[in-house]
């Protein structure tokens, strides 16, 4: 399976500049939706400081309700609270005897004091209790709208960078890989943005408020909590590099396990054929745990950070506390009870939102692997681009020639020098033993690939300076594996011109005989073919992609061994179908089997990557060689 590679310059794992510029790549993504994420931003900012003022709120029910009450002697009850604030006392008390005027005097002045700053209480109560809801339901709706959308619009991007991709890349990539990046990277990546905006956004926020709160509420103990930044800074900085590296190390172990499944599903049949299921069962588990021990190391990191983190936050909490009771009873910095309450609280309620921040933070550190191989995908160089002064093909006219055409896949040449002229209409075999270069060069005259050396030209002009979509639009393949895609007959025949019409469908349909089998279907057109067409058999199949290429009505056709797999019965219908394609086009076909390309106009017979002899059947029969030699081997007759 093919590793995923590091970013330039950078050690896999490492806390590299690279990290954060994926980060700022990412955060690109939230751009078109600015508006509504500072919508969700405002609405954190008025959750935090509704949290906040509920602390609040004890410092003047301690100092202005609870403890002059107990000072004066009453303590009234809760119920008198509420009926003296509103103004709904009972029946006036016997009279009082002289002895106690002067308390009830002090008491009258605390009840006035009830009357007049509960209410201002129950209504700010009333307001931070309605304004909670409202604003964590705007902000948690809002930001996991926006969120959705950009995991949407990033697997749009990865999918449409897939499609342009060269043909090099997905021969030499694992599709697991691939797989992992479009799947499990950027849903991971996303998450780093949700929790930015959904957590350490709001963390932030609320931090912000609650540290100005205990400013206002004792600037002086306010200040004894900074010395826990620095320890608090630097765990998190140590525990970000070590889950990064690790998390780095997780995403390649997932790609493997991503990949081990897709092979096991895409060879099941040959499993089963060869009872490797056991087999199977034990490498898919080797690739499982290797990906649980390495997630291991992400958690371990991950609850190591956050321990580390709660313990200095706790023992600075107890510090404070002994701290302000101290200042409460030395009665200094004008500290009240109440104050100091207040101060608790808050810090309590702040010390939430630093907890969140650290976690926010590692899982940022942890996805931001994920982000970094995602934009490794999209990065990745795509298909050349036309040239400036691309020309427009609107029909071959003339023919094609190839001259002195060298190519390779990076390591031995698989086409060396190799020449030929194809008249417009003819029909040219290319034949040769196994791994002689028969498929490239179709691929080549497709521009799948562009060749290391030599040139294609179609008309005179070579095959570069043709815009791509106007030449393959004038071209169609037909594969060895016939390839459907799920969805129904007709759906399939018409993938190559969506716009066809439902009676071009049906002769394209007649032309490659799929109408024969397809009167005896229950839906008829409309039966659903399965996934890649496995409802079908390998005949009906292939002759589905002979009606889709009959339905393009292409100038160039290419038959890829297209019967090189089929029984007897089955490649008598394809070969008919075949025959009903070939008039009036340029045809190439690669076969195997050789008593299919007897009446072809030009016979390629290639060896090695070179060409060994150019002909017809009778002419390169009579010259014996290589194309003898094989048709012996078939025991065809000459």
């Known amino acids: 399976m093919t590793e995923p590679s590091p970013m330039p310059g950078e050690e896999p794992g490492a806390l590299a500049p690279g990290s954060f510029s994926s980060f700022w790549r990412l955060l690109a993504y939230v751009r078109p939706y600015v508006g509504l994420m500072l919508i969700a931003v405002l609405a954190a900012l008025v959750y935090s400081g509704a949290r906040t003022g ?37 029946a006036t008390p016997l009279e009082a005897p002289a002895e106690t005027e002067a308390r009830l005097s002090d008491d009258d002045a605390v009840v006035s004091k009830v ?27 809002i930001a996991e709208t926006v969120l959705g959308r950009v995991l949407v619009d990033v697997q749009r991007d990865l999918c449409a960078k897939l499609l342009r991709l060269p043909l090099r890349f997905h021969q030499g990539v694992s599709r697991g890989d691939t797989l992992s990046r479009v799947m499990n ?28 709160t205990l400013l206002y509420l004792s600037w002086p103990l306010t200040l004894t909590l900074v010395v826990i930044a620095p320890p608090i800074a630097g765990a998190i900085a140590i525990f970000g590099r070590r889950i990064r590296k690790s998390a780095r190390r997780r995403q ?67 510090a404070v506390l002994l701290l302000g009771v101290a200042v409460v009873a030395g009665q200094l910095w004008g500290l009240t009870v109440g104050s100091l ?20 933070w590692t899982k940022l550190q942890e996805a931001m692997p994920s982000a970094e191989r995602f934009f490794e995908l999209l990065d990745t160089e795509g298909e050349p681009a036309d040239a400036p002064d691309a020309v427009l093909l609107p029909a071959l006219k003339q023919g094609i020639s190839i001259s002195n055409l060298s190519f390779s896949y990076g390591r031995e040449p698989v086409l060396k020098d190799l020449s030929l002229e194809v008249t417009r209409g003819e029909v040219v075999a290319i034949v040769g033993p196994t791994g002689s270069g028969k498929t490239t060069l179709a691929d080549l005259i497709l521009r799948f690939y562009d060749p290391d050396q030599g040139r294609i030209e179609v008309d005179g002009i070579d095959l570069r300076n043709l815009a791509r979509s106007s030449w393959q639009s004038r071209c169609a393949v037909v594969s060895q594996d016939p390839f459907l895609f799920t969805g129904s007959i007709r759906e399939n025949i018409r993938y190559g011109r969506p716009d066809a019409s439902d009676d071009e469908v049906l002769t394209a349909a007649r032309a490659a005989h799929v109408d024969e089998f397809v009167s005896e279907l229950p839906e008829g057109y409309e039966t659903d073919v399965g996934d890649a067409g496995v409802r079908l058999s390998g005949g009906q199949r292939q002759r589905i992609t002979i009606a889709r290429a009959i339905l393009c009505d292409p100038d160039v056709l290419i038959f890829d061994e297209a019967t090189s797999s089929l029984d007897a019965k089955s490649e008598r219908y394809v070969q008919e179908a075949i025959e009903t394609l070939l008039g009036g086009r340029t045809v190439f076909i690669i076969a195997h089997r050789l008593s299919t390309v007897r009446h072809a106009d030009k016979i390629l017979v290639l060896e090695g990557g070179k060409v060994a002899d150019v002909g017809k059947h ?13 048709m012996t081997l078939q025991g065809s007759p000459g």
């Open 341 to 360: 309450m207040a101060f608790i609280v808050v810090m309590q309620t702040t010390y939430r939102p630093m907890k969140e921040i650290t976690k926010g």
């Open 252 to 318: 390649e172990s997932q790609a493997e396990v991503t990949g081990r499944l897709v092979q096991i599903l895409a060879g099941i049949k040959v499993i089963k054929a060869f009872r490797a299921e056991a087999g199977e069962e034990r490498a898919f588990d080797e690739h499982n745990l290797r990906f649980y021990r390495r997630n291991l190391k992400v958690v371990k990191n991950r609850a190591l950070s956050r321990a580390v983190v709660e313990a200095i936050t706790n023992a600075a909490g107890i």
């Open 115 to 141: 009357k007049e700053t509960l209410p201002r209480i129950l209504l700010a109560a009333l307001l931070i209790l309605t304004l909670l809801p409202i604003s964590h339901f705007f902000q948690v709706y």
């Open 54 to 90: 509920r602390a609040l709120l004890i410092q003047p029910l301690f100092d202005d309700v609870i403890l002059p009450q107990a000072s004066a002697g009453s303590a009234p009850a809760l119920g008198d609270w509420f009926s003296s604030a509103l103004g709904t006392e009972g």
């Open 185 to 212: 990277d950027a849903q991971r990546a996303q998450q780093s943005l949700d929790l930015l905006f959904s957590d350490v956004v709001q963390s932030v926020l609320a931090l912000s408020v609650g540290i100005a």
């Open 618 to 630: 009778d002419e390169l029969m009579a010259r014996g060689g290589l194309y003898r030699e094989l």
